[in-house]
């Protein structure tokens, strides 16, 4: 599995990051970096939670940063 951390600056200032291969994962900071670990942390979170409940099995997976 490859997921992407897609980030953006908001007219406001703050970084916006997403994974768009898992909905709903997206996180805000104060800057890039800020904004895709924080991503990242929740992306694991999720694919963590899938296994811990039998919806995903054991699979290697990659991130990259888009």
């Known amino acids: ?3 992407t951390i897609e980030h953006e600056r908001e007219d406001d200032g703050r970084w ?3 994974v768009p ?3 709903g ?3 805000y900071g104060t800057t890039a970096n800020e904004a ?3 991503a990242e942390v929740l992306a694991l979170r999720v694919l963590a ?3 811990e ?3 995903a099995g054991p699979q ?3 991130i990259a940063i888009g």
Do not use: Y
Request: proline fraction near 4%; aromatic fraction near 4%; glycine fraction near 4%.
């Open 1 to 3: 599995m490859h997921f």
């Open 16 to 18: 916006l990051a997403e």
């Open 25 to 27: 994962v997206l996180a």
């Open 36 to 38: 895709m670990a924080k």
């Open 49 to 51: 939670d899938r296994l």
């Open 53 to 55: 409940h039998g919806e």
């Open 60 to 62: 290697a997976i990659s």
């Open 21 to 23: 291969e898992l909905p």
